[in-house]
């Protein structure tokens, strides 16, 4: 959460050893391995204190730089930049780690719930601000214009055309990306289950197995059903939703 006030961030990471600590005690009697995921057009700075944190408390941290990074955005389907997540684990694995927790912030929450939805074995999984596509397509119409762009090229057998194409940011904002239609539409196809919250809720979170900290800021417009969205998910004795006083 970039905009948070320090204060918020520290006691974001305090709730996150306090649950981690927990999970990785259920998990294994071994070290715990976290890998922290960014947002979108983020970079893996966005982690640093929290990273810091996790570390001086002992746990191994990775915070790859993902393919919905600033200078990468889209350069492979999704599909493919998950794996990017199996590798930073298998670095932590091979580094001691016996207990994996996938996190992640904006994007990255989402993609760490759908890692978790389709990944057993997982010790957590932590979302700070999950944050997606509008359901309401039709509040940005260049948005929903460059959706119908990438669609119509990949039906004209032009999926992996490089193409500039408008895309949207927190806050509504709009942006310019370059990517294939194929990796454009493997975010951003209103079927998939990480394009928006709703599908998220309804098609990932009730296929978690790990325990979920779900953590929201009270002043984030992002989080306006998260509470409703964490009940999706299975019951566990260790999952936690928690808010924090910040901003997305």
Not at 104 to 126: E, F, K, M, P, R
Request: net charge positive; aromatic share 4%.
């Amino acid at each position: 959460m970039k905009s948070s006030p320090l204060a918020a961030l520290v006691k974001l990471a305090c709730l996150c050893l306090c649950v981690l600590l927990g999970l990785a005690a259920a998990a294994a009697a071994g070290g715990a391995g976290v890998v922290l995921l960014h947002g979108k057009t983020g970079m893996p700075g966005q982690h640093a204190k929290l990273a810091a944190a996790l570390k001086a408390a002992g746990f191994l941290v990775a915070t790859p730089k993902l393919c919905w990074s600033k200078d990468r955005i889209f350069d492979k389907v999704y599909a493919d930049c998950l794996g990017e997540v199996d590798a930073a684990i298998g670095r932590l694995k091979a580094a001691g780690a016996t207990g994996i927790v996938v996190g992640g912030t904006s994007q990255g929450a989402v993609a760490a719930i759908d890692y978790g939805a389709v990944h057993a074995g997982l010790a957590g999984i932590i979302a700070l601000s999950p944050a997606a596509d509008p359901v309401e397509l039709g509040k940005y119409p260049e948005f929903r214009a460059a959706i119908d762009q990438a669609r119509a090229l990949q039906q004209a057998g032009r999926g992996a055309a490089v193409t500039r194409l408008d895309d949207l940011v927190s806050g509504g904002k709009v942006i310019q990306v370059t990517a294939t239609p194929a990796a454009y539409l493997s975010f951003h196809d209103p079927a998939v289950p990480i394009a928006t919250m709703k599908n998220l809720t309804a098609l990932d979170l009730p296929r978690l197995q790990a325990p979920l900290l779900w953590v929201a800021g009270t002043r984030d417009p992002a989080q306006g059903s998260a509470a409703k969205s964490f009940q999706a998910a299975p019951a566990n004795k260790l999952s936690r939703y928690v808010t924090v006083e910040a901003t997305h």
